[in-house]
């Protein structure tokens, strides 16, 4: 998808700002799976095809920036796209997601996998 409406950002762009601004609005759209693998601490979980439905509960302002995150960066170009669709203004992907992000050493949330006994 390659819409020039939507904004970019990459992920020493998004970092510096989550440094800068703690509130930062960043919403991870993987999948239940995925997010529950890994994810960017203080990022909220809504998959790419129910933000259209769930973004107005949680961010009624239209005007509020709004980061969106994926694995690689392209469900983040879809969600980007409903949300303008749907009015939002600052709308910004995150080119090359959490990938990016991990190969970047910046901080992750891993689900901690319970091992099986050893006899």
């Known amino acids: 998808m390659t819409n020039p409406n939507i904004k970019t950002i990459d992920v020493h762009q998004l ?3 989550m440094d800068n601004d703690p509130n930062l ?3 991870d759209v993987r999948e239940l799976e995925e997010w529950q693998e890994f994810h960017i601490a203080k990022a909220i979980h809504i998959p790419k095809d129910l933000i ?3 973004i107005a509960v949680q961010f009624p302002n239209k005007n509020q920036p709004i980061y969106l995150h994926c694995k690689g960066g392209v469900r983040s170009l879809f969600a980007a796209q409903s949300l303008m ?3 939002y203004q600052e709308v910004y992907s995150v080119e090359g997601g959490i990938i990016d992000w991990a190969i970047s050493g910046y ?3 891993q689900q901690k996998k319970v091992s099986e006994p050893q006899f």
């Open 15 to 17: 970092k510096k700002m």
């Open 25 to 27: 609005c960043l919403i």
């Open 52 to 54: 259209k439905s769930s």
């Open 85 to 87: 669709d749907l009015g």
């Open 107 to 109: 901080p992750i949330e």
